[in-house]
Structure formats: C-alpha cells, structure tokens
C-alpha cells in the first residue's frame, strides 16, 4: 500500500513503497502540493538487473545540451531548466522502496497555487475522465466543450487535473492508436495472405513490449530468386520517411547481369539505432537462407556501420559518394563555389585509380586550400577505404560505383502522399511498383 502524506507534511527519509510507479506518484504528489513539477532521473541495477537505486529530480534540474548554433531548427523551445538540485533518492532491497535521501532546496520560484494546475508531471488524464472524453468524442464533442463539462462537475477547471491541450492530446492519440493497430492488423493479413499464395513469400515483424509493430521487413519469392544469382552486392537506403507514422522506408536493392536495379526487399523502421538495424540484417539474412553479400553500399552512419559489421562481418561495406557530395555541399559549400576546388574535390571522390594517386590528389588540396583542420575532411579521409574504389580494386563490385543511389527508392514512391498513406496503402503501391519494374525487364 502505497503511503499517504498529509498535505502539510514533509517527506522523510525511512519512509517506504513497494514499487517504482508508487515511488514515483508519492514524490510526484508531494512536488505538486509544493509548486514544482518532477521528473524520473537516474537508476542503479545489480548484476541480476534488479533495481537497487532510484532517483527523482525536479523538472528543472540539469541544463540543456548544447546545440549547434549552425543548425537549423524547426522550433525554438523555451529553456527551463536552471541546475536545481531539489531530489529524492530511494533504495530498493527485497521489493521494499525506502526513501535514502531528500534534497528540498530549490535554486527558483515555486508555482503559486493559481499555477499548479499547470505543471507538467501534474497534467495527465486519468481514467475515469478519460472514458468521458472518449464517450463525448464518440458523440462528436470537441475536446473544448468536453474539458469545459467535466470542469463544470467538479466544479472548476482548476480541479479537472489536466488542461484543454492535455484532452486533446489524449484524444489524438487514442485515435492514432486505434488507426495504428487496425493498419498493422490489416498489413499482417495481408502478409499471411501472400505467404498462402506463396509458399517462399517470406516477412518478419518486430514487435515492443507493447505488442506494438515497430519494424517489419518483407520479400516475394521473386526476390529470393534475384537474390541467388545477384546477391553478391547489395545497396541500402534509409534517406525516404514516408507515411503518417514517420517510419523510415528501406529498400534493399541489387543489380542484375543488365545492370538494371532489382529489389531483394523492403523494411519499414521505426528508428535508425544499430538495433533496429541489426534486426533487419538479421531479418534478411534469413530469408536469404543465411547468404551474405559480399558488398554492402550504405551512406555514412555510425549506427548502421555498427549493425553491419555485426551482421556482416565478412562484407566489405563502402559508401555512397552520392551522399558525400550532398554532405559537401553543407560542409564545405563557401569552398564548392571556386571551380578548381570543385574539381580537385571531385577527382578525390571519383577520379583516382590508385591509392598513391589519391593521396597525392587528396594532400595537395588539403595543403593548396589549408583545410588541415576541417573536422569533417578529417572524418571523410580517415573513412576513405569505405568510398574511393582505388582502395576497393580486388573487391567485388560488380561495376557499381558508389555513385549509384538506390534509384528504386524514388521510382516506387513517385506520386504517392508521404504523410496521410496508411501502410497497407503502401505496401499495396510498392508491390505494383515492383511488378511494373520486372515486367520492363
């Protein structure tokens, strides 16, 4: 049972809970009686993962990262945290939550009581009023009316517990959540579907601890096919975010013996970490009956870096020069913009058939320029077995240069709305995409 704290009484260190979600709701408490909204902050496992220290800091504690002022933002946001100390700590030992230390001193104002309504960790829609805005919004009334409603049962807005922005909020995402979970349905059926008529038909889905889809990967038995006699090379691209829930699509493409593009299969990802990757290397890796490529062209990224060299260990993984152009042009514009420089650039990229003629060609425009200290030409060269074929003459490349970009990608999504299509709609558009592509082979 989770301990009551009077309204006019301190916590104490010795007091105690028995879960983390109670710890939580007893600070939490407390913070909003007194005017100052918390956060959950640091945590202390064993070795068997079991949870030995929990901290709770007040929601202005610490300061913001530092931000590149070069770097464009969308939106400026205003900075509220200002280093405050104010915290609780607690122990954990046989399930038992005891609170070890309390820091109450806070380096600005509290909310006034007017205020406190407000405060983030305070705003949040508890069930019972949830089911009546959800009941209203069944009965097409706006999240406003129905804040005002319940506001008027209990008898003032400040006593409802959240804000108008907090109901519809909670709104949106019970509705994004239904739409969610009938597309994933609907894009499983469709899957096993294609596997009834396609025995080799082959897809994966990675779920959350929610049961949620968050990633998923795909290919027909026509790509298997393709795969056995081209897939020695494969190119992958991760730059197109379509659809409105922001995933990530991922071709993985090949070239036949015409040199034309052939597709092996495509992912939707959720994120771009090494292990979203390593599951759809993994993923592919299966339905290709375990053959690895022995080339994998990628653009830079040390997540995606990572996730090859665990997935595929023995493949030599180069860059595309494509995108170390277009990183170019933000790195070192101001110097694009002189024709020579231009050139002597370009011959590094694409011009050197050996690695002394690189570095000859590489030293005298670093030296003629004095970029010696241009953090991203540092980076560039210390990768540059990754990009200049003049490293990669004994690998097998199958005449791709790295200037090839996975064309396939922009081909199949042309003139498809890339924020309001559900993923079945997708799905549903790729694979005709595809048909048109083989059958103009």
Sequence with gaps: MEEIIEDDEELKVGTQVHSDEEA???YNTYALRKGFS?????????????IRLREFVCSKA??????????????????????????????????????SHINSDHNHELAKPEERQFLRSGQKVTNACGQVFTSMKDARIGATKAFFYVANEVGDPENVGCTKKDVYNYLQRKKNEMEEAGDAQSLLNHFKRKQGEDPNFFYSMQL??????INFFWRDSRAKSDYDCFGDIICFDTTFRTNKYDMICAPIVGVNHHWRNVVFGCAFLLDETTESFVWLFESFLESMGNKAPKSIFTYEDKAMAKAVKIVFPGASHRLYTWHIGKNAGKKIGSYLGNPEFKKQFNHCLHGCSSEIEFQVSWDNLIGRYNLGNNPWLAKLYSLRQKWCAAFNLDTFSARIRSTQRSESTNNVFQGISTHTTELIKFVHHYEKKIEEMRLTE
């Excluded at 918390?38 to 079991?50: E, G, L, Q």
């Design 62 to 99: 610490g300061f913001a990262q530092d931000q590149d002022v070069f770097e464009p933002t969308k939106h400026k946001k205003l900075e509220t945290r200002v280093g405050c100390k104010a915290m609780i700590s607690f122990t954990v030992k046989d399930g038992i939550w005891t609170i």
């Design 208 to 213: 959350d601890q929610y049961s949620r889809m």
């Design 24 to 26: 939580y709701n007893l």
């Design 38 to 50: 918390v956060r959950k902050s640091h945590i202390r496992r064993d070795t068997s993962n079991n």
